[in-house]
């Protein structure tokens, strides 16, 4: 009888614990979570970030995956969203990978792109226009650009603000011409790893009615 107790509640912890795995997993895949911290500060779409930690995510949006918010380093304070595109690398990696553009010396250094560990297709992150067109003269390559006021624009606004690539020149060419028209692949489930658990959970649940039979 003890012996059939202490089986039914080891189960029922492993299906809780696989289940808190499957939700975290599951979490971290949807957005992306990942903690940085940058020893100098660093420039992001115009926003300067001081040295320190900081988080950054995709935004909670089923229609647009390509939305990157910062945080502060307890996730208290949403510092910026920023409008990206995807881009594709060819060996991804097991760690986090930040791409910088070339900068002068003597100013922080530009954040041109994030990979999450795993990813082939990372963010490329968009500048406002009036920065963009900066970068691109001291770095003497394309930068991606919207339009000043839609750079600063709430998500919903910001969803929709069209993208262009500033040239060294200054010139503004459309965003094809620079990247090209790879798309992303589907996007990845976790309903594997759900459909596991839920399985453990039914089979803790089916020895519980069988132990409390046995009982009656």
């Known amino acids: 009888m003890k012996s059939q107790k202490l089986k039914v509640f080891v189960l029922l912890l492993m299906a809780l614990a696989a289940l808190s795995v499957a939700n975290t997993a599951k979490a971290d895949t949807w957005n992306k979570a990942t903690k940085i ?3 100098e500060p660093v420039e992001v779409s115009g926003t300067v970030l ?29 510092i910026r969203t920023i409008l990206t595109i995807p881009n594709y690398r060819l060996q991804p990696t097991g760690k986090t990978v930040i ?40 770095a003497n390559e394309p930068v991606l650009a919207v339009r000043d006021e839609q750079a600063a624009a709430p998500a919903p606004a910001l969803e929709q603000a069209p993208v262009k690539a500033v040239e060294p020149t200054g010139e503004e ?44």
Do not use: C, H
Request: overall charge negative.
């Open 99 to 138: 791409k910088f553009a070339e900068r002068p010396s003597g100013t922080p250094e530009a954040v041109k792109a994030w990979f999450y560990p795993g990813d082939s297709f990372g963010q490329e992150f968009v500048y406002p226009e009036t920065r963009a067109a900066v970068l691109a003269q001291s």
């Open 37 to 39: 911290t940058f020893p």
């Open 173 to 216: 060419v459309e965003m094809t011409e620079v990247i090209g028209t790879e798309t992303l692949p589907a996007t990845g489930s976790s309903l594997p790893l759900l459909g596991i658990v839920g399985l453990l959970a039914v089979g803790a649940g089916l020895t519980l009615r069988t132990v409390v039979s046995d009982v009656a």
């Open 50 to 78: 001081q040295s320190g930690t900081y988080w950054f995510q995709l935004m909670d949006s089923p229609a647009n995956r390509n939305i990157v918010q910062i945080w502060n380093e307890d996730r208290t304070k949403l």
